[in-house]
């Protein structure tokens, strides 16, 4: 299995509105990328002040599905439209992962 | 269920053998902490060259369980002797999590 993970932080003057075109984009990407095997997501609890704001979490069969994922333009639409324009930073990681979930 | 995801850069001149400590520390958690339900990090794989260095990835029932992570003794270890010595930034997210994995 290889996962995907990236960490995306809002800038300033972010509305609610532009959030949620967010997640209900990320929302609809399972169902149009085949090669997602899991996917999950969230916008961080608040326990920490210097947290970033959402994470997202997809597995994939290997990197060949990763690359797919990245390329596919259900996902490249998402970030050109909604991501891009309220995104202040954004870190990731990708990895080949073994046993656990 | 609510997650906790963290990436992490490591400093110029890190070694080897201190990234494998780091990993051996990690390795070793979900047996020390009994509230970790599902436990996975990584090494980054090198596809984009502005990545992080490791993510891990630890499920919780609840905050609860991610609080008493955070705050365990052989957590609290390996951050001091292992990780802030050759970290050179971390960012990460909580999040409660529906359905996926």
């Not at 997640?23 to 608040?46: K, N």
Request: aromatic letters at 8%; hydrophobic letters at 45%; charged letters at 15%.
């Amino acid at each position: 299995m290889f996962r995907h993970v990236v960490l995306m932080t809002w800038g300033p003057g972010t509305t609610g509105d532009q959030v949620s075109a967010v997640l209900d984009g990320l929302a609809g990407l399972p169902a149009a990328i085949p090669g997602i095997r899991a996917y999950s997501f969230g916008t961080d609890a608040g326990l920490a002040p210097d947290n970033a704001d959402l994470a997202v979490v997809a597995d994939f069969d290997d990197e060949d599905g990763y690359r797919a994922y990245a390329a596919h333009p259900a996902h490249v639409a998402l970030v050109t439209e909604h991501i891009r324009p309220i995104l202040a930073s954004r870190t990731a990681v990708q990895y080949r992962t073994g046993t656990g979930a």
